[in-house]
């Protein structure tokens, strides 16, 4: 059930409000259902049952991949699904990418998101509990849940109130799960108000934005939002951030073969973010059946070299997953569009 009906229910049967906390305690130590929150009363249980099931959000699927990236399919109550992936580091860290809504309405061109369409926003609560999964896997593997990434599936900036919501949880102490706010990162496919919004948010959190282009003919070719909000725009909310809140943008740059990966492309980039406090991460294409490619490991490296020459903080951000169709812009469902 989601949080804000439990919480309705709790008040309806006259229950504290720490009933909550007690409830959250239990999903995070692994309670399947009501009936395994024991520090509840058994009449309450019931009751609560009656009413509903105790997650909101329920694994359908678990796939784990030859680099230990796990991924699930998770069952919403309305029938839809959505996916959510953990990603393994060294020393027992463990980062989370969540999805923030079912599907996309932004239709970029070389992403499997994008071609499933919109479904609908996730509540706070249903991301929440795809980290409090997160978090009982990373027990099982003796390692610890330290970062959560907003780049599953869906546009975070378009689901703001509810992201937000949410960091609050997984930062917050126990029940919440203590997640520091700098591991924490909200990437946008540039949905300008969304930036301008999230610059007046108090938290710490790291600005992702996914650029994939230096200029505005091909950045329209891939990623259609460019026409409402082109890369001057973008990049004028970008630096208005930083200054605002004294952090760096991190941008996301898509390599794609003959697209975008000239040298041409990487002094562009170089200039138009020349003046300001941006990290740039190369991420190499995973593929999605269309007509993109992933660029060669020359001309990767040599664009990287160039964003360096041209005193741009760069790096490569390698692909985990993809044998299990785990990795970005692979997240896709069936059920995605229309509940069951
Ligand atoms: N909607 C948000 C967050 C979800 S996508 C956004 O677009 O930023 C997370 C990241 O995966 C984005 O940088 C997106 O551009 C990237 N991505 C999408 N499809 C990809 C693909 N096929 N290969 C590599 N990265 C991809
Ligand atoms: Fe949506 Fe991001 Fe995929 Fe674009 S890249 S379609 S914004 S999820």
């Given at each position: 059930?989601?949080?804000?009906?439990?919480?309705?229910?709790?008040?309806?049967?006259?229950?504290?409000?720490?009933r909550?906390d007690?409830?959250?305690?239990?999903?995070?130590?692994?309670?399947?259902?009501?009936?395994?929150?024991?520090?509840?009363?058994?009449?309450?249980?019931?009751?609560?049952a009656?009413?509903g099931?105790?997650?909101?959000?329920?694994?359908?699927?678990?796939?784990?991949?030859?680099?230990?990236?796990?991924?699930?399919?998770?069952?919403?109550?309305?029938?839809r699904?959505?996916?959510?992936?953990?990603?393994?580091?060294?020393?027992?860290?463990?980062?989370?990418?969540?999805?923030?809504?079912?599907?996309?309405?932004?239709?970029?061109?070389?992403?499997?998101?994008?071609?499933?369409?919109?479904?609908?926003?996730?509540?706070?609560?249903?991301?929440?509990?795809?980290?409090?999964?997160?978090?009982?896997?990373?027990?099982?593997q003796?390692?610890?849940?330290?970062?959560?990434?907003?780049?599953?599936?869906?546009?975070?900036?378009?689901?703001?109130?509810?992201?937000?919501?949410?960091?609050?949880?997984?930062?917050?102490?126990?029940?919440?799960?203590?997640?520091?706010?700098?591991?924490?990162?909200?990437?946008?496919?540039?949905?300008?108000?969304?930036?301008?919004?999230?610059?007046?948010?108090?938290?710490?959190?790291?600005?992702?934005?996914?650029?994939h282009?230096?200029?505005?003919?091909?950045?329209?070719?891939?990623?259609?939002?460019?026409?409402?909000?082109?890369?001057?725009?973008?990049l004028?909310?970008?630096?208005?951030?930083?200054?605002?809140?004294?952090?760096?943008?991190?941008?996301?740059?898509v390599?794609?073969?003959?697209?975008?990966?000239?040298?041409?492309?990487?002094?562009?980039?170089?200039r138009?973010?020349?003046?300001?406090?941006?990290?740039?991460?190369?991420?190499?294409?995973?593929?999605?059946?269309?007509?993109?490619?992933?660029?060669?490991?020359?001309?990767?490296?040599?664009?990287?070299?160039a964003l360096?020459?041209?005193?741009?903080?760069a790096?490569?951000r390698?692909?985990?997953?993809?044998?299990?169709?785990?990795?970005?812009g692979q997240?896709v469902?069936?059920a995605?569009?229309?509940?069951?």
């Amino acid at each position: 059930m989601d949080r804000e009906a439990v919480a309705a229910q709790l008040q309806e049967f006259g229950q504290p409000a720490y009933r909550m906390d007690q409830i959250v305690r239990a999903q995070r130590a692994g309670a399947s259902s009501w009936d395994e929150v024991t520090t509840l009363g058994k009449g309450l249980r019931a009751d609560l049952a009656d009413r509903g099931p105790l997650w909101s959000v329920e694994p359908r699927e678990r796939l784990v991949s030859t680099d230990g990236t796990v991924k699930w399919r998770l069952g919403l109550a309305d029938g839809r699904e959505i996916e959510s992936v953990l990603i393994s580091h060294a020393r027992g860290r463990r980062t989370l990418c969540v999805s923030s809504q079912v599907g996309c309405a932004l239709g970029c061109t070389f992403c499997s998101t994008g071609t499933m369409g919109f479904g609908r926003d996730l509540t706070a609560w249903e991301i929440v509990e795809q980290a409090l999964i997160a978090a009982q896997e990373a027990d099982a593997q003796r390692a610890r849940l330290s970062n959560v990434v907003f780049m599953g599936m869906g546009e975070p900036m378009q689901n703001l109130p509810a992201v937000l919501a949410a960091v609050d949880e997984l930062h917050g102490p126990a029940p919440g799960l203590g997640i520091s706010a700098r591991q924490i990162a909200i990437s946008t496919v540039g949905w300008v108000p969304g930036i301008a919004e999230l610059q007046e948010y108090p938290l710490p959190v790291r600005l992702a934005v996914s650029l994939h282009a230096a200029d505005d003919e091909t950045r329209t070719r891939l990623m259609p939002i460019n026409q409402r909000y082109p890369i001057a725009s973008l990049l004028a909310a970008c630096r208005r951030y930083c200054d605002t809140t004294g952090r760096r943008v991190f941008i996301e740059y898509v390599l794609l073969d003959g697209v975008n990966d000239s040298l041409e492309d990487a002094r562009r980039l170089a200039r138009i973010l020349r003046d300001g406090r941006f990290h740039v991460n190369l991420i190499e294409y995973n593929a999605t059946g269309g007509e993109y490619a992933a660029s060669r490991p020359d001309r990767r490296e040599r664009f990287l070299l160039a964003l360096e020459r041209a005193g741009l903080e760069a790096s490569v951000r390698r692909s985990r997953g993809a044998d299990v169709a785990a990795a970005c812009g692979q997240l896709v469902t069936q059920a995605a569009a229309q509940p069951a």
